[in-house]
């Protein structure tokens, strides 16, 4: 275990520097204003400033913890939420919860054009940050974050960085692969695929068994793509997708439509679940939890539900977690895994003008990016650390078998490749998302139509960006 988290920290966390003295996180756990304004606090590098009035006033939180597998990370928020308006007088918080979808592809985009976003909102990094921060819809957290003494503790905010200035903040990390039902594969004898051969004769063994080899919910086109991502990763290579807004590799080159030919091949031999294009998300998890479905292919957030307590709680220590096994032919790290910190928070750049509101906002970063929410997050949630956390802590915190597991996978893939969605413009990630993944799985398209029509919009999104 404790090699694990070593190599956990090494792969992941990118920096091999460790937090110091944890000093800012000890004025963290402190519920008064006090804590935030005292000079005897001032060696924590908290800085939250007085605001001249206690008049009421409220601001609004755009969160996407909706839904019972997302209580957890909701409750933390509520945590952090007291904090804040216990350290910033007449301070009121409105909690406005969207599903993430929604949040990022409808109604923010759609604040953003109007330029009446929330004070503070969920936030996708890398293109979104860049794109509302270079028309100045987003508040520059550089100087608060150096005020607040944490510019240096996160392992990676590339995602949220625009022209050197810092726009929103990761919340965690994640990875993605196959959750596996343990107890059904020890009734068939078997173990975690190590080939891709493997794989697919125990897709068919299941499917033969009478039961559903994989979880399917596409009526939200992100989830199926999910896997589809990592499919053309594995036969293109893991640095393709980076490659299409250059104009270095095509969606229609060969090896990527290899990948949507696979998918196709899985959807036309039934290893998903029928009627997969009208599930919604929770339906892909509940497969999977009532053991209709074997294997589920989801990012290690997941494993929150699989605690006392969730949904998942009856598969407790019956779940694994492995990457997809290296195809033949693949290019490039057959052992890459899809991890990100796309998911974070971001704030207006209204707020920065207005000093009580400026002053909630510092409040809220140094309540919530502390190490202490960080390994809540890890422990309660699943949601792997966004800060650098100090091994000899990690190593005491991770106790659970299958996030144990999921590290362990973590520290056997030599490299990593962010989602689609993080590397391609808003106009393809809509076109593969809302159009040609569902018409593939509903079989109005082919793989090779599907890669052609996505070049064409991908062409079209380059040329405008010349």
Same mark, same amino acid.
């Given at each position: ?118 004070? $503070? ?267 650098? $956390? ?7 915190? $991770? ?68």
């Amino acid at each position: 275990m404790k090699k694990s988290v070593t190599l956990l920290l090494s792969l992941l966390f990118v920096s091999s520097a460790v937090m110091a003295g944890c000093g800012n996180n000890n004025s963290a756990n402190n519920n008064g204003g006090a804590a935030a304004t005292s000079t005897a606090d001032a060696t924590n590098a908290v800085a939250t400033e007085e605001p001249a009035s206690s008049e009421p006033f409220e601001m609004t939180i755009r969160h996407t913890q909706v839904g019972a597998d997302k209580q957890k990370r909701l409750a933390i928020l509520e945590d952090v939420v007291g904090k804040v308006q216990a350290e910033v007088p007449g301070l009121t918080f409105k909690l406005d919860g969207v599903d993430s979808d929604v949040n990022r592809k409808e109604k923010l985009r759609g604040e953003m054009a109007a330029g009446n976003p929330p004070e $503070i909102f969920d936030l996708f990094g890398s293109p979104d940050s860049k794109i509302y921060a270079k028309e100045g819809k987003l508040l520059d957290l550089t100087p608060i974050l150096e005020e607040l003494g944490i510019k240096d503790k996160f392992s990676n905010l590339d995602p949220f960085t625009y022209e050197g200035k810092i726009y929103g903040l990761p919340i965690g990390g994640s990875g993605e692969g196959f959750f596996y039902n343990k107890e059904y594969y020890t009734s068939k004898g078997w173990k975690a695929p190590t080939t891709f051969a493997e794989l697919e004769q125990q897709l068919a063994d299941i499917k033969a068994d009478g039961k559903v080899p994989l979880a399917g919910a596409s009526k939200a086109g992100w989830v199926p793509l999910m896997l589809a991502n990592h499919l053309w990763s594995r036969y293109a290579g893991p640095d393709v997708t980076a490659k299409f807004a250059t104009g270095e590799a095509k969606w229609s080159d060969p090896n990527v439509v290899k990948g949507f030919a696979k998918y196709k091949e899985w959807e036309d031999k039934g290893y998903f679940k029928k009627g997969e294009l009208g599930f919604e998300y929770a339906e892909y998890t509940t497969q999977f939890t009532s053991g209709e479905a074997i294997l589920m292919y989801d990012g290690t957030w997941k494993s929150s539900v699989f605690k006392t307590g969730q949904s998942g709680e009856g598969l407790i220590g019956k779940v694994g977690f492995f990457n997809i096994p290296p195809v033949d032919g693949g290019v490039g790290d057959q052992t890459a895994l899809m991890r990100d910190v796309n998911n974070g928070y971001g704030f207006s750049a209204a707020a920065g003008k207005d000093e009580r509101q400026l002053a909630a906002v510092k409040s809220f970063i140094k309540n919530m990016y502390n190490e202490e929410m960080q390994l809540r997050g890890l422990v309660e949630d699943g949601v792997l650390p966004a800060m650098k $956390i100090d091994q000899a802590v990690l190593n005491k915190n $991770i106790t659970d078998d299958l996030m144990s597991e999921i590290v362990a996978v973590l520290n056997n893939s030599e490299s990593s490749f962010p989602a689609f969605d993080s590397l391609v413009q808003a106009d393809v990630t809509t076109e593969i998302s809302n159009i040609q993944i569902q018409k593939l799985i509903g079989g109005q398209t082919t793989p090779e139509k599907m890669g052609d029509a996505l070049q064409k919009v991908q062409e079209e999104a380059n040329a405008a960006v010349e």
